[in-house]
């Protein structure tokens, strides 16, 4: 069974971290680009980071970039998302999914899961 599961979100202050995961199941992340996207509030779903299963380069939208890490371990067959000095419009459903192979366009390719939640508050 091919599943991706998101894990690592809570609640936050301002200026805080979290280390977002996505654990894949029944196929090997490294052969494939693996995007995350978040989705707030009344807002649409927007990318936020990729990581290339080719050579591991990685992407950054505009909002994040400087304050979220995307890597890879490949023995846990697991991405992470780091994310640094959030801000409360970070506050969002964070999700994984497989993504377009050079990651650009950030794009989702597979389905959604249940996604974690980040919320970023004083």
């Known amino acids: 069974q091919v599943q991706l599961v998101e894990s690592g979100g809570g609640l936050v202050q301002p200026g805080g971290s979290l280390r977002l995961s996505c654990a894949a199941s029944?196929?090997?992340?490294?052969?494939?680009?693996i995007g995350w996207f978040r989705q707030a509030p009344g807002k649409e779903r927007e990318g936020v980071s990729c990581i290339k299963g080719s050579d591991g380069s990685t992407y950054y939208a505009d909002s994040v970039k400087g304050r979220f890490t995307i890597s890879r371990d490949s023995a846990k067959n697991t991405v992470y998302l780091q994310m640094s000095s959030l801000k409360p419009e970070d506050t969002a459903v964070y999700y994984c999914?497989?993504?377009?192979?050079?990651?650009?366009?950030?794009?989702?390719?597979?389905?959604w899961g249940q996604g974690t939640q980040v919320t970023v508050s004083s």
């Open positions: 029944g196929f090997t992340l490294d052969y494939y680009a």
């Open positions: 999914s497989t993504s377009h192979p050079t990651c650009k366009p950030l794009i989702p390719v597979g389905s």
